[in-house]
C-alpha cells in the first residue's frame, strides 16, 4: 500500500505532515516497462489473496524447474560413468585366427 496525499489538500497547499489517504496500486511489466493499475478499496482483500497464490505458484515452479536440472544433470553423470565402465570392461578377443 502507498501512503498518497489528498489532492484536495494539494491543491491548497497544506503544510507537511498532513494526513494521507491509503491507496492499493497492482503493479506490472509490459514490454519491460512497470504498469501500474489502481485496485479500488472494496478489492484489497482479493488482490491480496490473488498476490500471495501467485507467491506461491512462482515458488512451486521455482521448484520444479530445480528437479528438472537436477535430473538432467543426473542423467548426463550416469550416461558418461555407463561410457566409461564399458570402456574399462571391453573384452580384447583373439587377434589371429
Not at 505458484?57 to 542423467?75: P, T, W, Y
Request: aromatic share 4%.
Amino acid at each position: 500500500m502507498v501512503a498518497r496525499a489528498n489532492a484536495a489538500v494539494q491543491a491548497v497547499r497544506a503544510p507537511q505532515g498532513t494526513a494521507k489517504h491509503q491507496a492499493m496500486i497492482l503493479c506490472k511489466k509490459v514490454s519491460g516497462r512497470s504498469v501500474a493499475t489502481y485496485v479500488p478499496k472494496g478489492l484489497w482483500d482479493e488482490v491480496r489473496a490473488w498476490n500471495a497464490e501467485h507467491k506461491k505458484i512462482k515458488r512451486v515452479l521455482k521448484d520444479l524447474s530445480a528437479i528438472g536440472e537436477q535430473i538432467i544433470r543426473n542423467h548426463v553423470g550416469e550416461q558418461r560413468q555407463a561410457q566409461r565402465v564399458r570402456k574399462s570392461l571391453k573384452v580384447v578377443g583373439p587377434q589371429d585366427r
